[in-house]
């Protein structure tokens, strides 16, 4: 159920663009939660479950 | 010439002897218009080397549809670090600098079919009803 992509920012800069990055770590689960830098496991997962409540 | 130096060689051999299966690293990759795609596949080739238990397919992202669809990749270079079974872990661009030590962890990660989550990440995790797709988004340095 879970997908996770590292992603190399400067290999890929319309991704940077598109989500705007401006400090990295950054993190975008399913195109509707963002954040940036490296969270303890709790929050990141406080974080990624978001997404699951933003998409209803 | 390789990309990694021999004492960095020789910390990657101690770390994957210890590896409880096998893991498998699917590269792909593309002759023209991917700048960093031969890198990509030297450091994989590499990694692979120093352990009986990593193997290695590499697959050409244009002409390899088939094995493209499977896995989901949607842009070159990418790694996808699989153990036993797909787990989903995809490295896009060159795992260079401190993602090199992510790429040997992921190795260790699937090698084993343990995350290392805690109980209640896992909990969370196992009532998803719907995919999650994190994209991490890094620099190597």
Do not use: W
């Amino acid at each position: 159920m879970v997908r996770a992509d590292m992603v190399e920012a400067t290999e890929f800069p319309h991704l940077v663009h598109k989500y705007n990055v401006f400090g990295v770590p950054k993190t975008v689960v399913n195109e509707v939660v963002q954040f940036e830098g490296a969270l303890p496991e709790p929050l990141f997962l406080q974080q990624v479950m978001k997404a699951t409540v933003e998409e209803g | 010439m390789p990309i990694l130096t021999e004492d960095v060689r020789n910390k990657v051999r101690e770390e994957l002897t210890k590896l409880p299966g096998k893991a498998k690293l699917v590269v792909f990759t593309q002759a023209f218009e991917c700048e960093h795609c031969r890198e990509n596949t030297s450091l994989a080739e590499e990694v692979a080397a120093l352990s009986d238990q990593v193997d290695i397919e590499v697959y050409n992202f244009a002409l390899d549809k088939e094995v493209v669809e499977r896995y989901g990749v949607d842009k070159i270079p990418a790694i996808v670090v699989a153990g036993e079974k797909d787990y989903g872990i995809r490295f896009y661009g060159v795992p260079a600098g401190y993602e090199f030590t992510t790429l040997i962890e992921a190795i260790k990660i699937v090698s084993a079919g343990e995350s290392g989550l805690a109980p209640k990440t896992k909990e969370a995790l196992a009532g998803l009803k719907n995919p999650l797709h994190l994209q991490v988004l890094v620099t190597p340095t």
